[in-house]
């Protein structure tokens, strides 16, 4: 097979390989999904790899006209690994979005779980507080009635704490929520 049909035949793939970046071109990773010696660019956007893709791929054409052997080895051999790797990732993405999925509603179940929780502790304690009063009011001595108000104040204290957790989860559910329908 001629050079210029081996190029034909690459260009075509990569044709083929910027068509099924298309839909996801722009979609922002939270890092870079590949080896640093794979793509010069740190880019955390598939449309950029394609990109630097197509720039090999044209100094590869300009290095065949040289006739520059090693150039020419060398960028093919990137070239191929380029492809590989965006071609993986395209093929991981649906894995990926149900992985994403899963890990939210994970984080929804257990901020869910903590409420309940939290909700069962302000309880008990909201109870121990009750308990703690109808005792000092049954007091009469001077120091026990002081004892008792010692650890109803650091009832109140954690009952205090606890509510104030309980506001922090529900504003963390809410802003979930929020972010989970926009």
Partial sequence: MKIPALLDALKKQIDELKTRVEPIKDLEFSHSRFDMQLFSRKSTRLGDCQNELQTLYQQLCHSVTLNHTEQVNF???????????????????????????????????????????????????QA??????????????????????????????????????LLRIEKAIEHQENQYFD
């Avoid at 993405?93 to 994403?100: D, F, H, I, V």
């Avoid at 049954?138 to 509510?163: F, I, M, N, P, W």
């Fill in 128 to 165: 121990m507080v009750s308990e703690k009063e109808l005792h000092l009011s049954e007091l009469t001595d001077h120091r026990s009635q002081h004892q008792c108000q010692k650890e109803l104040a650091v009832l109140a204290g954690r009952l205090y704490r606890c509510r104030q957790a």
């Fill in 75 to 125: 960028l093919t051999e990137k070239i191929v690994h380029q492809m590989q790797a965006i071609s993986r990732e395209i093929s991981t993405q649906a894995l990926r979005e149900k992985e994403s999925n899963f890990t939210k509603k994970k984080e929804q179940v257990d901020l869910y779980e903590r409420l309940s929780q939290h909700q069962d502790y302000e309880r008990r304690l």
